[in-house]
């Protein structure tokens, strides 16, 4: 039965608009998972930040297996009669992802191990949750135009989405869920998870009205689905692993810092306040930076753009991790410098993402967008996964004590610093290698891709 065609007019702000709200969407639950989960779990109930560890590490071993589960499900089935080929899975799972983010942070009279398996069911809810919302939304961009500057545009756009909600709504974190002492405040982090799981669910809804998808994939009769093709034709897809090496540096930078600002902010300085600062500070360089971004790719190109920004962000990283700042408003302002690389990576991934998948289609003549962009997504994963798990090992090595208004010792205070420290500048290092040494699509090749495609696609 053929699905009644609709006039969709071209894409426009509306589309842009639309995918700002999708990237807002799932940021309102991700990004407040990702902060203070681990924060929340050590602190409000007392977990031990060991075990922790293990829960990170088990997760990602059941992300590997549900992943491509999950992201093959566009492929394989259409749901509904709109045609869209991935719409209908993110109202699908939107609801039960914005109802993980409150059983995250949900203070529940249980101990022992109750108490652990309902932090694992919870955490496992919101990883598989998320999956079901953010590869669809991201493949997206695919079939919402097949123009590589309107896909700039998307990506562009997203970073917007997820960027205001870090220094926004995550910088109000510290102020409402801490009292004057530096002590946690639980209810207070139930609370925020369920006014962010409402604006994660009309956040989608926006999406799905304003960014349509507008490409049509058309198979041939009695074509089946063949995911091991996808595998293949992701091993010899190299911009797409480089992509993945730096994404998880990236990824390095998003969770890791944002869960290590509690920390080092609370034992190593004293100052939650200053979290606010730190995030708020985010705003300013992507109002600077969103208009000349266009200007700088068409200079220089977006590999060369991240590669001088990540570059610069190193060194700004490597002074904090060699010198122990003693001075909080100092530390402040080095952090905030060091972004930038951050914000030039976040606003152009998304574009290099695209890229890549149509690479595989140029390579291959095989097009699985959802499937070959939950590979990807799961390189974002494993990037958080490291994060969460190295920093949670390495608080219980420095000698960190879990619990509510504990004083640490000057060895775990010490420690906790260098920590924290060291991550962003792991990161810039993977994403110089990632994007600097094994992705290869340089401008001239891009631009013959392209070519070729359109060729293609026109016959």
């Known amino acids: 039965m053929k699905t009644k065609e609709k006039i969709i007019p071209k894409f426009g702000v509306k589309d842009q608009i639309g995918y700002v709200c999708g990237d807002m969407a ?11 989960f681990l924060t929340f779990c050590t602190y409000a109930l007392g977990i031990k930040a060991f075990w922790m560890t293990g829960l990170f590490l088990v997760a990602r071993l059941w992300d590997a297996i549900n992943d491509p589960i999950i992201g093959s499900f566009p492929d394989r089935w259409r749901l509904g009669k709109s ?34 398996a309902w932090v694992a069911f919870s955490y496992l809810f919101f990883g598989m949750s998320y999956t079901g919302t953010s590869m669809p939304f991201g493949a997206m961009a695919n079939v919402v135009s ?20 870090g220094a926004v709504a995550l910088g109000a974190v510290p102020v409402v869920c801490f ?19 409402i604006l994660c669910i009309i956040s989608y809804i926006l999406l799905c009205t304003l960014t349509k998808e507008r490409v049509r994939e058309v198979r041939k009769e009695g074509e089946k689905f063949e995911y091991g093709k996808v595998i293949k034709a992701a091993l010899k897809n190299r911009p797409l692993i480089g992509v ?11 969770t ?41 790719v068409k200079k220089f190109g977006k590999r ?43 606003m152009l991934i998304w574009a290099l993402v695209s890229d890549c998948l149509d690479y595989s289609e140029w390579k291959t003549g095989i097009r699985s967008d959802g499937s070959m962009y939950s590979l990807y997504t799961f390189s974002r994963k494993i990037g958080s996964t490291v994060a969460s798990t190295g920093i949670a090992a390495s608080l219980g090595i420095v000698g960190y ?7 640490q010792t000057a060895e775990a205070v010490k420690g906790i610093y260098y920590v924290c420290n060291a991550i962003p500048t792991l990161c810039y290092l993977l994403c110089l290698i990632g994007i600097g040494l094994i992705f290869n699509l340089d401008k001239k090749t891009t631009d013959q891709m392209y070519a070729e495609m359109a060729e293609r696609r026109a016959k």
């Open 26 to 36: 799932g940021s309102f639950v991700n990004l407040f998972v990702d902060a203070y």
């Open 146 to 165: 097949l123009d590589p500057i309107d896909r700039s545009k998307l990506s562009r756009a997203r970073s917007i989405g997820g960027g205001l909600v």
């Open 244 to 254: 993945m090496v730096a994404t998880i540096g990236s990824m390095l930078t998003v």
């Open 83 to 116: 045609g869209d080929k991935f719409t209908p899975w993110i109202k699908v799972f939107m609801i039960p992802l914005a109802l993980s983010g409150v059983l995250c942070f949900s203070k529940v009279p249980l101990e022992g191990i109750a108490l652990h």
């Open 179 to 197: 009292d004057e002492n530096e002590n946690i405040l639980p209810e207070r982090f139930t609370l925020l998870a369920v006014i962010f799981g």
């Open 401 to 407: 004590v879990s619990g509510e208004n504990v004083t």
């Open 256 to 296: 890791g810092s944002s869960q290590t600002y509690s920390y080092i902010y609370k034992e190593v300085y004293h100052n939650t306040d200053m979290i606010l600062i730190s995030t708020m500070a985010a705003m300013p360089f992507m109002i600077v930076v969103f208009p000349l971004i266009p200007k700088l």
């Open 304 to 346: 060369n753009v991240i590669l001088i920004t990540s570059a610069i962000s190193l060194g700004f990283s490597a002074i904090k991790l060699v010198f122990f700042i003693e001075n909080v408003v100092l530390y402040t302002a080095l952090n905030i410098c060091s972004m930038i690389g951050q914000t030039a990576f976040t």
